[in-house]
C-alpha cells in the first residue's frame, strides 16, 4: 500500500516535497516511480528511482529542478521539487514495481503494480 502526501498550493519558483510512504515487509526492494496527471491530460512520467537507490531517471520537463530519492530504512520515497512552474500542477502519484526492471522501462506506466492516491500540487503564476 502506498501513501503519498506533501502536495499543495506554492507559487511559481517555489518548492515542495512530496512524500510516499509504503507498508510491507519487502517494500525496500521494490523499484519506484512519480507520476502526475494535469486536468485533461494523460498520466506522465515524473522521475523513477531503482530499489537500491543508487540508480535514478527523469522526464527532461523536470530535470535539473526535481529529485528522487528514498529511505529504506522508512520504507517512503521523495520527491524534492524546486523552482515549480505553473505547468507542474497536476496529482502526483507514487508507483510501486516488484520487478527488476531497466531504469528506462521504469518510465512507463504499465511497468509499476502498485499505485498511491495521488497528491495534489497547485503552482500560481
Given at each position: 500500500?502506498l ?11 517555489g ?43 527523469y ?67
Open positions: 500500500q501513501q503519498a502526501s506533501g502536495g499543495g498550493l506554492v507559487q511559481t519558483g518548492s515542495l516535497r512530496l512524500s510516499c510512504a509504503a507498508s510491507g515487509r519487502t517494500s525496500s526492494t521494490y523499484n519506484m516511480g512519480w507520476f502526475r496527471q494535469a486536468p485533461g491530460k494523460e498520466r506522465e512520467f515524473v522521475a523513477a528511482i531503482k530499489w537500491s537507490g543508487t540508480c535514478t531517471y522526464a527532461d520537463s523536470v530535470k535539473g529542478r526535481f529529485t528522487i530519492s528514498r529511505d529504506n530504512a522508512l520504507n517512503t520515497v521523495y520527491l524534492q521539487m524546486n523552482n515549480l512552474k505553473p505547468e507542474d500542477t497536476a496529482v502526483y502519484y507514487c508507483a510501486a514495481s516488484s520487478r527488476l526492471w531497466n531504469i528506462v522501462v521504469l518510465a512507463t506506466a504499465p511497468a509499476y503494480e502498485y499505485w498511491g492516491q495521488g497528491t495534489l500540487v497547485t503552482v500560481s503564476s
